[in-house]
């Protein structure tokens, strides 16, 4: 039988598996590279500072233990302290509450499902330095609350201190412990919950049946919740500030901000403060890497709602309303109303008086001399570059983490990024300035110091690890077998992915791509360390507002960066409602939700 | 020549070998599939079965050897052509319906590279449908279907592009007992209908022999036989597909000579001075310990006053609504299973054990190596 050979020589087909490893193996060498330069090498030579200043002619010791005595010494001691046992309270807290609401809001018929759902990404996107400003609008002498007739002195001393950082900082970290149970209980079939009932359980002990089969979800929104809190830089630099109540990462800030700025003691507080979230989310991904993810199929079935009567599901209803309340429409309403105040904070005799004055400032400053106008223009442009660097970088690392199950490139990933998480955006702003300004690389390789290009690296070094993670779930739980379909019925490589993985992840790409977008709007640790002189991004340009005398406008301010932040969601869903066939918004939403 | 019979291809395998890391899961397996076959791969989990179906559809890539499609080298040396290249098409065994496209689209997925107008395109869909018998389901979504209609869905999707060839992967194994039946009936019909080649893969012996003109049995990465299902069943080249394919009952004998070609007379372990006549696949000398496999088709129950067979005890019963199988007890810790009779023997009673010549088989299985043919 003669045999002829198809399509060998052709352009079009595949390489041979030589080939083929070659081009991934190049492709692995090159991410690693671009890791390297993004994180590992501004992260890592900052870090040595710490034990060995002269690596990097930031002392005369090669090995030394003083910056360590330092760091933990009375003042930055008691920040390390401070951050540590405020993180676990809140990891605790955050946790008890998020699992409550994602159990009512899909395990119940509770109210307004979908509005809290929303609610939630809302809170996510929320930057920490945005709730403690609305809180401290509202509760403050003179402030919102009392413009709208409510006292709020009790609680206004209470609130800035450890009460008040615990608050808007269990509220921050809501969501992360939020998604990850709720994709939890998504897997969890209803039949678990039937055997416990028909065995004699009630309601509440069928529950506790039910909760340890996701202890590793509950494990994992811990660990979470604890790093998240742990390398927040927005409440420990506005309300942990003004309230004297030191936390790690201002002590960090305030290292390399003194003159001379010591380099060694950030460097240790830096890694005090990666090495304390390494153990929780070590052990957590340990527990996690035990279970499947491939889920999201042709033949996924949603788990059943339990019906409440009319009674229990008001008072559910009231109290999932009761906490977005608390978490996000204070500080919204505290920021919103503290805009429009005249002369907010300062008694007057005439009584209270609502203005659009400071709006108008924003735009014509009298005070600063600079509008918000470049600053935010330059924000979105920031956004923009960063959500779409970070959302084609993390899919690719993502790809990687879930190909080749168990072999060596997929745990060096996986350690990776575990490893990246921990990193606080404070550190990696540090380890930018102080890398990126060495004469090595600033005289040899590439001059990026105080530069824009600079700002940007940072802060998609800093949404990668997060956002590939976040990917990473999605990605998994694509059946393999969807795009094989697809190539055996004549789809090409890329086809095959357009047609069949991009619509089931759609939903998680625009997601991602938001929550980086707005997350660089509101950006503060990285911009406050890394902004060019005159280039001030928005959340620079309204803390200089806020503490140089014109917290008024800086209100004004926030609000408007908030509403522009949610326009750009708002239009962005709609668009894609508009744009996307029926079936991509079938599905995908329970892998947004991991 | 017809339309069918023009569009069906045939396969050739030669020398396929896989390596996952340190384990083999194909070696050296070599088969040619005429064009319009019906060819089943049976074997148990792990026997590679997998593995040589997803290297004819270009899934997975072979670590060497050959297959040509349709006399088209897809994969051998550096070659190796993508699955879209090779004009098949696959059920899958969790179906790989695409959730975010209704019936109709998932159905019409293959028609978008082909030459056809829309219109022919809906039409050949609804025509599909149609055969398939789901054509009410057309704008549904996978998740609100059951399993067998999803299954329906994704056997209308592989006929739609009208290919040589349709590779199944075990696509009944997720189907309850009814389901399985009827659509077993489906695949065999519709696919002889659409007149192209299909290699199916199955580790259910009853699933093989009812759909196959041909059944290839694999054991870890070896094809161990190749022949009709009647070959299989009558002729097993070794003890493994013996039973696999299903006995009930394997007993050491010894070999008191031959009778005939391929026939030789045993004396049974459990009833001293009985002999029986069984099948031989090869030549064997009298005197030898071998291994008596028995077909439960090739045992019949009787009275025990009757003059022949060995004597018995049935230890079990079930009624599977047109007879009753029975476990028997034949002495020396040695019984039969799944021994069909038209009369209930209940459980306790002695009965006579009758052997059918055609249904033993005296094997040596020590000797598992790959068989010849």
Known sequence: MAIAVLETTTPAAPPSTTRSKKRGSLGGVILWIVLFLLIIAPVGSFLILGVSPRVFQQ?????????????FSSYFGQGIFNSLWVSTIVAILSVCVATALAWLIHRTNVGGRRLWTVAMWLLLMMPTWMMTLGWGDLLQPFGAAQALGVNTHWIYGEFFGPMGIVIVLTSAALPFAYFIVSAGLQGLGPEFEDAARIHGAGPIRSLQTVLPIIAPALLSALAICFAETMSDFGVAFTLGYHSHFPMATYMLFNAISSFPANFSVAAVIAAVLIISVIPPIVLQSRVMRKRSYAVLSGRTRAPR??????????????????????????????????????????????????????????????IQGDS??????????????????????????????????GSWSQRVTDVFLLGSVAVPGVVLGVGYIFFYNLGFISHNVVSLYKTLPLLMLALVANAVPGQTRFMAGPVSQIQPSLGDAARVHGAGRMRAWRTTNLPLMSRVLLWGWLLTFTKTIAELAISQILYPPSQEPASVSIQSYLANFAPNTGTAMTVLTLFEMLAVIGIALSVYRLVTPRGWRRVGFSGVQS | MSETARRAVGVSVRDLAKDFGEKRALDGVSIDVEPGTFLVLLGPSGSGKTTLLRGVAGIDRPSSGTISIGGNVVV????FVPPERRRLAMVFQDYALWPHLN???????????????????????????????????????????SGGEQQRVALARALAAEVGLILFDEPLSNLDADRREQLRIEIATLTREAGATAIYITHDQSEAFA???????????????????????????????????????????????ETSKRRAEVSLPFSSGYAIEASTMEKIAPGADLRLFVRAAGVTLAEPSHDEGVCGSIRDVAFKGHGYDHVVDVGDGYSLTKIYSSTKFERGQNVKVCFDTKSCFVMDSSREAKATW
């Open chain 2, 211 to 257: 759909l196959a003109d041909q059944i290839g049995v694999l054991n870890q990465g070896q094809l161990i036989q190749l022949d009709t299902p009647e070959n299989i069943y009558r002729q097993p080249a070794t003890a493994f597909v013996a039973r696999f394919t299903g006995i009930a009952g394997e007993f050491p004998v010894h070999v008191l000579g």
């Open chain 2, 76 to 79: 051998g040396g550096k070659t």
């Open chain 1, 59 to 71: 002392g005369p010791q090669w090995f030394t233990l003083t910056y360590v005595r330092q760091a």
């Open chain 1, 372 to 405: 918000l106008g470049a600053p935010l223009l330059l924000s979105n442009q920031l956004g923009l570059v960063v959500a779409t660097g970070t959302g084609v970088l993390a899919i690719i690392l993502a790809r990687r983490l879930i190909a080749n199950p």
């Open chain 1, 305 to 366: 709602r339990r019906e409440l009567a009319r009674g229990p599901r008001a008072v559910a209803t009231t109290a999932v309303a009761g906490v977005f309340f608390v978490a996000l429409g204070v500080p919204i309403l505290g920021a919103v109303i503290g805009s429009l105040v005249k002369n907010l904070g300062i008694e007057s005799p005439n009584g209270v008086h609502f203005t659009l004055t400071y709006y108008a400032q924003i735009f014509k400053p009298s």
């Open chain 2, 103 to 145: 019936v109709r689209k998932n159905v019409a997925y293959p028609l978008a590279t082909s030459s056809l107008t829309k219109e022919d395109r809906s039409r050949r869909c609804d025509d599909l449908l149609e055969r398939v018998g789901i054509s009410h389901l057309s704008e549904r979504f996978p998740n609100e279907l």
